[in-house]
């Protein structure tokens, strides 16, 4: 998993512009524009990337500092030269082993990140320790609706559009065969807010964006 999305670093914010038809900007600065402007606010951006929700974050006024944690170094090498900034840091880090002191994060946000995590309970019990009594935890990803027309043509898109598209961008054609496969594999949204209840978490928003392509959620530490 490391070495493959270490191989499409260099591709990967154009692929994923270019896959959403610019979708992606627009989600992210609604996502975060749920969390409260704090002046002082401390965020972890988990299986953060390249940086594209943290630099949302921090435009938005919504976090005083953010570090960026991922386990794919070319990932992050990315992020550093898009955030040169003394509020950002950029950590290399398992999101199931999460090198932080309890409570010490006001947010955890995570975009397209969670259904890549092998133990997803593991990995929000970590963030639920990490987060400060009141802390939310923002996800963006695709589990919408699983059934009508949109959902039709979204499933002939990813399965057939994207595999060709990521391979002529990125070169690498498996990579991109692993996304729609790991979207189908992850939690519906009654699912998912199962899960995150359990852990702890209780969700207190979840949103669909373009008709159900992707989902915003957002949970507060119970």
């Known amino acids: 998993m490391r070495d493959m999305f270490s191989g499409i670093a260099g591709a990967y914010d154009l692929l994923n512009h270019v896959l959403s038809g610019g979708c992606d900007v627009l989600w992210r600065r609604r996502a975060v524009r749920r969390l409260p402007a704090r002046p002082r606010a401390r965020a972890l951006d988990l299986c953060g990337g390249t940086g594209d929700f943290a630099r949302a974050l921090l435009s938005a006024g919504r976090a005083h500092s953010v570090v960026i944690a991922d386990f794919a170094l070319p990932m992050l090498a990315r992020a550093r030269r898009k955030l040169p900034h003394a509020s950002v840091s950029f950590h290399a880090v398992d999101a199931h082993f999460?090198?932080?002191a309890d409570q010490c994060f006001d947010a955890v946000l995570c975009a397209f990140g969670l259904?890549?995590?092998a133990d997803l309970p593991r990995a929000l019990a970590e963030v639920r320790r990490?987060?400060?009594p009141g802390g939310e935890l923002l996800v963006l990803e695709f589990m919408g609706a699983r059934r009508g027309p949109c959902y039709c043509?979204?499933?002939?898109y990813f399965q057939y559009v994207l595999p060709l598209?990521?391979?002529i961008i990125s070169g690498n054609r498996d990579a991109y065969l692993y996304l729609p496969e790991s979207v189908r594999r992850f939690h519906s949204r009654r699912d998912f807010s199962e899960l995150l209840a359990q852990s702890g978490l209780r969700v207190t928003l979840q949103r669909d964006l373009q008709l159900g392509i992707s989902t915003i959620?957002?949970?507060e530490k119970a």
Do not use: D, H, K
Request: charged share 10%; aromatic share 10%; no cysteine.
């Open 217 to 219: 959620t957002l949970a």
């Open 153 to 156: 043509l979204f499933s002939l």
């Open 165 to 167: 598209v990521g391979r």
């Open 115 to 117: 259904r890549n995590v």
């Open 98 to 100: 999460l090198p932080y």
């Open 130 to 132: 990490v987060l400060a």
